[in-house]
């Protein structure tokens, strides 16, 4: 086997090897709460969807329509359903609070699992607080940091909540599970009757609800202050699992529709698309890096193996023209064979050809009168038309008479006199 093979081969199985180590090692999970339908991180709501769409007596679906969309299809189609709207913070605006109240007074119900507003400009919490006398506050929030450090430092890191007894179809329970899972609570009006349904306590401390419902219309308005339960990690936890199914129980008497509209942070790109080959690859940590591992050993292979097959490149000298030396060289061997006459009449045939390609003038066409191309010539040139007259004359005579041998003195006249015209063409 060639020693390329064989490392190529080698480079290989340290690739899978690579891969296989990095797909045992530890997943790092991202504990940011984007509620998207297709988020697969605990603080996602794919398995959240997923849960509710199987467990929900009437149905359940997701869309990317608004409130007031919504209430329109409502009114449309007469079929009447329940909204559920989910996420840190949810903005609301005038019109979007019309369509609430459009659906509630047709006798659907409206739940909203929000934490508090920090944004000046989220109208959101005003408009609860101003139709229905019911708003939430802070309590703190969720961090995997703080978490980590309880639970080295054995701190308390539990919250204890309650469901309250006779309210739903179900007993009163109580709950533990990591605090900062409920980060706000519920302020309501005394002016409004509302129903409590949950609280939290805290160091043995009651805190007040955090789930509140209150009649309007046939329907009915739901603020709950927990949306980190609705989540992937809520339905999979079995600590949290109970308190979101009885949650969702207060609306599961209709068809459930949760719209992601509202939710801060959605990203506008289409996350249902099908990836792609490299989309996959790149998505996946443990295949990105046997991607690029292997791109970096393919680079280093080429590179080494093409310092190994260079060879130095001579240098190549530009071909010389030997044109002119073969033109000598067959003028003197015409010479020394003594052939003047040939030598005369091949120079003569480049004369005519060249006065021809120059001037127009055609000195080998017997149609034309030769005294008539001399002067044109003469014209031309600038010399006397008896000099040329000369030189032509007596180059015919030669040509037309190829079996008279003439001297060298006399083709070397004849032909300095053809270049003399030829210079002044």
Same mark, same amino acid.
């Given at each position: 086997m060639k020693s390329n093979v064989k490392i190529i081969l080698l480079f290989a199985v340290f690739v899978v090897l690579m891969f296989v180590i990095q797909t045992r090692m530890p997943v790092a999970f991202k504990w940011?709460?984007?509620?998207?339908?297709?988020?697969?991180?605990p603080l996602g709501c794919m398995v959240f969807d997923s849960v509710m769409t199987k467990s929900l007596p009437n149905g359940y679906k997701i869309t990317q329509h608004s409130l007031s969309s919504i209430a329109q299809e409502m009114d449309s189609t007469g079929k009447v359903r329940n909204v559920l709207v989910v996420g840190q913070e949810i903005l609301l605006s005038e019109n979007d609070n019309k369509a609430m109240k459009s659906i509630m007074k047709k @006798?659907?119900?409206?739940?909203?699992?929000?934490?508090?507003? $920090?944004?000046?400009? +989220?109208?959101?919490?005003?408009?609860?607080?101003?139709? $229905? @006398?019911m708003g939430? %506050?802070?309590?703190?929030?969720?961090?995997?940091?703080?978490?980590?450090?309880?639970?080295?430092?054995? @701190? %308390?890191?539990?919250?204890t909540v309650y469901w309250h007894d006779g309210t739903g179809n179900y007993p009163q329970s109580v709950y533990r599970f990591y605090k900062g899972l409920i980060d706000s609570g519920l302020e309501v009006s005394d002016s409004v009757?509302?129903?409590?349904f949950a609280s939290?306590? %805290?160091?043995s401390h009651r805190i007040a609800k955090f789930i509140g419902v209150r009649k309007y219309g046939k329907g009915q308005i739901i603020l709950c202050a927990a949306p980190l339960l609705c989540t992937n990690y809520g339905v999979l936890s079995k600590d949290t699992r109970g308190l979101v199914f009885r949650m969702m129980s207060l609306v599961s008497d209709r068809e459930v529709v949760r719209t992601e509209v509202y939710c801060k942070g959605i990203l506008d790109e289409n996350t249902n698309e099908e990836k792609t080959l490299l989309g996959l690859i790149t998505s996946n940590k443990p295949l990105l890096w046997a991607w690029r591992l292997m791109g970096i050993t393919l680079i280093v292979f080429m590179i080494f193996n093409a310092r190994r097959r260079q060879k130095v490149i001579p240098v190549i000298e530009r071909p010389r023209n030997h044109s002119l030396e073969f033109v000598k060289?067959?003028?003197?061997?015409? $010479?020394? +064979?003594?052939?003047?006459?040939?030598?005369?009449s091949k120079k003569f045939a480049l004369f005519k050809e060249d006065i021809l390609k120059k001037t127009g003038i055609d000195l080998g066409d017997e149609t034309i009168d030769l005294e008539d191309s001399i002067q044109l010539l003469s014209h031309r040139t600038g010399m006397k038309s008896g000099d040329i007259r000369s030189v032509i004359v007596r180059t015919l005579q030669v040509v037309n008479s190829k079996d008279v041998a003439i001297e060298a003195e006399k083709m070397i006249s004849l032909i300095d006199g053809m270049n003399d015209i030829q210079k002044l063409l």
């Open positions: 940011e709460p984007t509620f998207r339908h297709n988020d697969g991180e @006798g659907g119900k409206v739940m909203l699992v929000m934490s508090t507003s $920090y944004d000046n400009k +989220n109208m959101t919490d005003s408009l609860l607080r101003a139709d $229905y @006398g939430t %506050y802070a309590q703190g929030f969720f961090s995997v940091s703080v978490l980590t450090e309880n639970l080295e430092g054995n @701190g %308390y890191m539990n919250d009757k509302v129903k409590a939290k306590s %805290y160091a060289l067959i003028g003197t061997l015409f $010479y020394h +064979n003594h052939n003047h006459v040939d030598l005369v």
